[in-house]
């Protein structure tokens, strides 16, 4: 089994959970979006957030497609 990513920081504070993996953010403007994809352990990078994020959890959502996000 591949090394697990330290997902646990006090800057992560915008996240969800789907089928496919949890998806997750800090609140700052830039900061990347990543998924943890839980078949293979994969950390990937889908981008930066578009501005300063909500500080709340859970405030990304994905489309049931896995196509599209909406943060707030």
Do not use: C
Request: hydrophobic share 40%; aromatic share 8%; proline share 11%.
């Amino acid at each position: 089994m591949p090394p697990r990513p330290q997902l646990i920081s006090p800057l992560l504070a915008n996240w969800t959970v789907t089928q496919a993996g949890l998806y997750f953010s800090a609140a700052r403007v830039g900061e990347p979006i990543h998924i943890y994809r839980y078949k293979g352990g994969q950390l990937t990078n889908l981008g930066t957030t578009p501005g300063e994020l909500v500080d709340a959890s859970p405030n990304i959502a994905i489309s049931p497609d896995g196509h599209w996000m909406i943060v707030a």
